[in-house]
């Protein structure tokens, strides 16, 4: 969030010989995205690269006219001229100090400015001359009159996707893979190191499905059944035999896969509700935000949301979110009899103050304003550690629940990755129609679930 800041400028009369203003700035690649777009120059040395992105030598010296119109002269203030000499690069995550000295003053309105870019220990990146027409009267500007930027970008993915890399790949079996997006998707997070899929189904059609992708499937083991039921079953037993670590959903419908999953008989049962979680990197948000649950349990009772909670919880910690802030929501903030939600967020609540939930904090009700924004949160004068910095949203019911990932998906351009939790191993539960960037994402969720669950610490800190 950009702070409001009011600019007062100097006008040509006040200005003196010597008059000297600077501005400092993180250099963040978010920036060169921004650049990319408005100069047309997309050189990917801007936007990517092994040690981070280096900022395109114009966007370094542009940096320039930020002091210049901002601050001496400030508003107002026209460009007549400028050179640049460019001595080093920026890269993202430098700190920049940006100055301006007066040079000399010309008949009115010209002044002559010196100019130059540095880095904050002193490594002088650009430097030059500046004329510019000075203002001759009084001029101040709101930068809250500027509407502010959210560049769209997935970096909470990526780092799933980076701590993932130091994973074995996770040995999946994948139930009837037999079209181009559910083979697709296990194929991707094959080629990526993520899983190592054993496909189960009708060979015929999972060969067919791998020639419309132009794909091979050397070195693949794939296993012949006879229909999606047996093929679901057959997924289901090689996790219990040992032979699998996870179950992937392809071709079939979830209530097929799941009847095996949660059968009594050499299911996957663990004392826990199964729940669905999605994990959303969401443009313009801190972090990822996990929701539950979207795709299981159409009207959970108290009971039942004890176990969405605390499934919800598991997955954040797996991910590396150390004591997940858990929001519950509902339509207000109060409790409110006639509301039911709101009094069985307040019992969650409770029940996590006396350790019936464990690992996070857990709060409600709450308001998806309140939950999402600490603004709002501190207008309605509610005081918590969860209001306002949300990692997880329990919502009252699934309908509410698939509302909220299908408008950040389809409004806020979130891309989201699922999973079920609550048996004895990940299920990675996606939709027939995602694409295969959302199956990559779920299989990493996925691989970083089930090293929590056995290793009882996440990967970065496993790392350290």
């Known amino acids: 969030m950009t702070t409001d800041t009011l600019a007062v ?18 250099c963040v690649a978010d920036d060169f995205i921004v650049f990319a777009h408005t100069s047309g120059n997309r050189n990917p040395i801007h936007l990517s690269g092994d040690r981070g992105a280096r900022a395109p030598a114009m966007w370094v010296g542009a940096l320039v006219s930020s002091v210049l119109g901002n601050v001496l002269p400030g508003p107002g203030t026209l460009y007549r001229d400028q050179n640049l000499h460019f001595h080093a690069a920026a890269e993202d995550g430098d700190e920049l100090v940006i100055g301006v000295r007066v040079k000399e003053k010309r008949a009115e309105p010209e002044v002559v400015f010196e100019t130059w870019v540095e880095r904050a220990d002193g490594t002088r990146l650009c430097d030059g001359e ?5 203002p001759s009267e009084r001029v101040t500007f709101s930068s809250a009159e500027i509407p502010g930027l959210i560049v769209q970008r997935h970096r909470h993915f990526e780092a799933l996707l980076r701590q993932v890399e130091k994973l074995p790949p996770l040995v999946t079996a994948v139930a009837a893979p037999e079209e181009p997006h559910s083979l697709g998707g296990a194929l991707l997070a094959a080629r990526e190191g993520i899983i190592s899929p054993i496909l189960i189904g009708d060979r015929g059609r999972i060969e067919n499905a791998a020639r419309q992708l132009g794909e091979s499937l050397a070195g693949i083991q794939v296993v012949q059944v006879a229909s999606h039921t047996a093929a679901a079953a057959r997924a289901v037993a090689m996790v219990n035999e040992g032979t699998a670590q996870a179950v992937m959903k392809g071709h079939l419908h979830t209530d097929e896969l799941l009847r095996h999953v949660v059968k009594r008989d050499g299911g996957l049962r663990t004392g826990r509700r199964l729940s669905h979680v999605f994990v959303m990197d969401v443009p313009g948000l801190d972090q990822p935000l996990l929701i539950s649950d979207a795709a299981i349990n159409i009207a959970p009772d108290l009971e039942a949301k004890v176990d969405i909670v605390q499934n919800a919880i598991d997955l954040a910690r797996a991910m590396g979110i150390s004591e997940p802030r858990v929001a519950i929501l509902s339509a207000v903030e109060t409790v409110n009899p006639k509301i039911p939600s709101t009094v069985e967020a ?9 350790g019936q939930i464990e690992g996070g904090i857990v709060d409600g009700p709450l308001a998806m304003d309140n939950a999402m924004s600490v603004e709002a949160a501190k207008t309605k004068g509610i005081k918590s550690f969860v209001a306002g910095r949300a990692d997880v949203l329990v919502a009252p019911n699934l309908e509410a629940a698939n509302m909220i990932v299908k408008q950040l998906t389809f409004v806020a351009h979130a891309e989201g990755g699922g999973l079920v939790l609550g048996a004895s191993a990940p299920v990675i539960l996606t939709s027939r129609a995602d694409d295969e960037r959302v199956r990559l994402g779920s299989c990493a969720v996925a691989a970083l ?4 669950q056995n290793a009882g610490v996440p990967v970065a800190m496993a790392a350290e």
């Open 346 to 354: 307040a019992a969650l609540a409770k029940m996590a103050e006396r």
């Open 449 to 452: 679930y089930w090293h929590w």
């Open 9 to 26: 400028n100097k006008t040509w009369a006040e200005l003196k010989i010597g008059d000297e203003a600077t501005l400092r700035r993180l």
């Open 130 to 134: 500046a004329i510019v027409a000075a």
